[in-house]
């Protein structure tokens, strides 16, 4: 019995009382000799600098700690409402540096290190990325997270324990190979396991009905498969304010029973394989970034999700108003990031159902009010769906939950739109066909008070395209919360020298409330500043040259042009487009045409799903167009093209601060939002772009004159679809016909014949979704006034200041306090600092 209750009911210690640990550089120094000396063993003449970088993570740890208990008083002193984030995804990254800054600790903490001879960067830099994300989505559910703290907002983050976080990517002649990546091989010193809330999930077996004293139907799912959630629970600092929430991650591990049964059976081997199984479940981030769909252990992976956290706080809820729920939906809201949680308004329903015996109407009314869904994606392919069959095999009870909601559901559809049998066809959360499959987003639709898209076109789209019937139906339900990031990673952590002259500048209210950034743009005329905010600029290109350089023996040229598209790799985001403009730009120079040239890096990174073969064959293509490109000695300096491998959180820290234009050239109407663009502004860059996803807001903010648009409108682009004519377009454009010819000529592929094919045919097609020959002329035109305005120092320097400036928007303090606002109408708790 491991985990048994206390035998005294009252302990007779308390440690809310212990004085508070001291931030002076002595405190941190002697915690630091004490943690590296006595708790890991270790001397001055150890060489691993883990050990260094984990006792001193110890140290920031239980000064964490500490506000953290604070905190947890705090809020339930207030018996306030609270919202949950539930996401299969958390990219957190690293947590170190990001501690030392919220805690305010960080110049202290970097003298003592200095002191003891050791440097603070090469610390922060031994430090895993906790990877347990694919891109985009993950990324912001760190970064709401970490305004929700900063807001003091009480929201805890719900998600999963992956053994083996987003794959590792090396390059192995020109190709992706994926590589495990085991970030606890080392343990985290961040988290801490509690056992003591362990949580029960059930699979398998199947439903029984009976009757109660009170003559109502009970439904008990038995003969189930059990399997165990044990959380792991790391600390969200808010910045310098004493709040301090909580992340639980879960991991799954077997039952005690599991083996136990087998074990009295006589099969010992058995029963340690079924553990595995059941850690199985966790062991594994799925690497795409679009679904990959029908696998069962992605469903089991949501399920566990849903059901220990609802679980967790329901057990909450009953410690403190036994089973009544009048008030749960007043006190408790759960956003639902994407349809990968979204079994969790089923689930909800079971547990108010089966297990505290609420009615129907009850634990509908209770679900609905409490849920609210975020989708990030406008592709219909990409829209979750699950076999019946498979949903019924694995979650017997939930499929009949479900069936019984889409019942009433469609009943709600009849009424509005009598005899209307397409739309009952279109909407049912059950479509129809050889296999019937459940529709994971209208389930997250019809289960809660608030659906949102992530930007001001994606959610339009969203309500006149995908959801348009459920638009009709409850139009009240739809509203947009454009995305934003942190700027305390994004700008004050990753690019601390900017950083700095921005608030002699200005002050440092712009921390928490990024809007000040405002404030810059009345320097855009002070030539001392603009040759400081030069200078700056310089230096972090140097930087990233510099770690460039030890990391992939390249040598980059500090004055040219770092054209940076960093990003997943999807034929929606174009790659392909970035590499025909950098082919055109090769051809020109091997003609002779460089007049007036701008030297140009061109900075390529980014991750294919292990199985999107079109994907991986652009990544080839990028590498071997970057070989014969930086091997011509006729090139030069003039254009470089640098593929940068394992592109992640830790690696997006030091390729913002040092990029000087940002590629955000996706599709119009396909990227729902993108966060890297804003991260880009933040740190001065400039953006070419679409008016696609969140750049329309960026251009919006900056002005026509400080953003480089190209590209078909989302209309045009969907008016092309029955008349594109990719062939035509090249045969009328000689620069277009000249790269293709390149292209389709092997120059690239000398020994490897016809290995681009398939690409170059994907470009020539009149299907082609993504319409990427259509946009070449208007990107290469666009290119040409970045060009211009880049030789103009003066100039560049100005727009770069505006971007900043104007970069306030993007803050996900602003969308964190929108989503309060308007949908979680949560009350502040301060706490003592
Ligand atoms: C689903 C089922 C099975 C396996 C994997 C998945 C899966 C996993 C991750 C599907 C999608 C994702 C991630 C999507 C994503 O990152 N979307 C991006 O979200 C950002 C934040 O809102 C937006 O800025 C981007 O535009 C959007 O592409």
Redesign the pocket.
């Known amino acids: 019995m491991p985990h048994r209750r206390l035998k005294k009911s009252e302990p007779v210690f308390s440690i809310t009382t212990l004085p508070d640990l001291g931030i002076d550089i002595k405190d941190i120094e002697d915690d630091f000799k004490r943690y590296y000396g006595h708790r890991l063993g270790r001397d001055e003449n150890c060489r691993s600098v883990h050990y260094v970088y984990e006792a001193l993570s110890m140290v920031i740890r239980d000064r964490l700690t500490e506000r953290w208990k604070k905190t947890y008083i705090a809020c339930k002193k207030q018996d306030c409402k609270k919202a949950y984030y539930l996401s ?2 958390f990219l957190m990254g690293r947590t170190l540096s990001n501690a030392m800054l919220n805690l305010g600790v960080d110049d202290v903490v970097s003298q003592a290190m200095y002191d003891l001879g050791l440097d603070i960067e090469e610390l922060i830099d031994a430090e895993p990325d906790a990877g347990l ?8 559910a760190a970064c709401f997270i970490d305004s929700c703290a900063t807001l003091q907002l009480p929201v805890t983050g719900y998600g999963l324990r992956y053994e083996y976080g987003m794959f590792s990517q090396t390059i192995v002649n020109g190709e992706q190979v994926e590589e495990p990546d085991h970030w606890l091989r080392n343990g985290n010193v961040w988290e801490i396991e509690r056992l003591e809330y362990k949580q029960r999930i059930k699979f398998g077996g199947h439903t029984e009905r009976h009757i109660d004293k009170e003559g109502i139907t009970r439904v008990s799912w038995v003969d189930t498969h059990d399997i165990l959630a044990v959380p792991f629970d790391t600390a969200i600092p808010g910045y310098q304010n004493g709040t301090v929430n909580t992340l639980r991650l879960w991991k799954a591990t077997a039952t005690e029973e599991f083996d136990l049964q087998e074990f009295n059976a006589g099969d010992y081997a058995e029963s340690v394989a079924a553990k595995n199984t059941a850690e199985n479940i966790t062991m594994v981030l ?1 690497p ?6 029908g ?1 069962a252990l ?1 469903l089991q992976q949501q399920y566990l999700l849903a059901s220990a956290s609802l679980q967790d706080v329901l057990e909450v809820w009953v410690g403190r108003h036994g089973n009544d729920f009048s008030n749960f939906a007043a006190k408790n809201c759960f956003q639902l990031n ?1 349809t ?1 949680p979204s079994i969790a308004v089923a689930e909800l329903m079971r547990l108010l159902l089966d297990n505290h015996e609420l009615s129907w109407d009850d634990a509908w009314t209770i679900t609905r009010n409490t849920m609210a869904y ?1 989708n ?2 406008l592709l219909p392919e ?1 829209l ?1 769906r699950w076999s019946v069959d498979l949903f019924k095999q694995l979650l017997p009870r939930l499929m009949e939950i479900i069936f019984e909601i889409n019942a009433r559901f469609l009943a709600e559809v009849s009424a509005h739109w009598p005899g209307d049998k397409a739309r009952i066809a279109r909407m049912s959360l059950i479509e129809e066909g050889d296999q019937q499959h459940v529709r994971m987003a209208y389930l997250a639709i019809v289960g809660s008070y608030s659906v949102n898209g ?2 001001e076109l ?1 959610s339009k789209l969203l309500q006149q395209g995908l959801f348009h019937d459920f638009y009709q139906l409850w139009p009240e339900k739809f509203n947009n919360k454009t ?1 934003g990031v942190t700027p305390r990673r994004w700008l004050a952590a990753c690019n601390p020298e900017l950083a700095e002259l921005i608030t002699e500048t200005i002050g440092d209210g712009w921390l928490t409330d990024l809007s000040l950034l405002k404030k810059l743009e009345i320097y855009v005329d002070d030539k001392a500043f603009c040759k400081r905010w030069y200078e700056v600029q310089q230096a972090a290109k140097q930087k990233l040259i510099d770690y460039k350089k030890q990391e992939l023996g390249v040598d980059l040229n500090v004055n040219a042009l770092f054209d940076v598209q960093v990003k ?1 790799i999807h034929e929606y985001k174009r790659q392909l487009l970035n590499v025909l403009h950098v082919i055109h730009l090769y051809d020109r120079i091997k003609r002779g045409d460089t007049a007036n040239w701008t030297d140009r890096c061109v900075l390529i990174g980014g991750k294919a799903a292990p199985g999107y073969h079109m994907a991986k064959k652009i990544i080839k293509l990028i590498n071997n167009v970057s070989h014969v490109i930086n091997h011509d000695p006729e090139v030069g300096n003039k254009l470089k093209l640098v593929f940068l491998p394992n592109y992640r959180v830790s690696a997006m820290e030091k390729i913002c601060p040092g990029a000087d234009l940002s590629e955000q050239i996706s599709t119009a109407g396909k ?5 890297g663009n804003m991260k880009f502004m933040m740190n001065g860059a400039l953006t070419i772009g679409t008016l696609d ?2 750049n329309i807001e960026i251009r919006e903010e900056v002005g026509d004159d400080n953003f480089f648009l190209f590209g078909l409108t989302e209309d045009q682009v969907e008016n092309l679809r029955d008349h594109y004519n990719p062939a035509a377009i090249i045969s009328q454009d000689e620069d277009l016909q000249r790269v293709i010819n390149l292209l389709e000529s092997g120059h690239f592929n000398q020994f490897e014949p016809g290995l681009f094919d398939g690409v170059i045919d994907s470009m020539k097609s009149p299907h082609d979704p993504w319409v990427t020959i259509a946009d070449f002329r208007s990107f290469v035109d666009a290119q040409k006034r970045v060009e211009a305005a880049f030789q103009d120092k003066d100039r560049w320097t100005k727009m770069s200041i505006i971007n900043c400036a104007n970069s306030g928007k993007f803050s996900t303090d602003r969308t964190i306090a929108e989503y309060n606002n308007e949908l979680w109408k949560l009350t502040p708790v301060h706490v003592a600092k």
């Open positions: 299969m995804e994300g694919n891109g985009g989505l993950g990324r912001l799925y795409n970034d679009a679904n990959e769909n696998k992605r994407d990968h975020t990030h994606t990409a979750e992530v930007a994606h995305n997943r990227e729902a939002s993108g966060t996803g969140a």
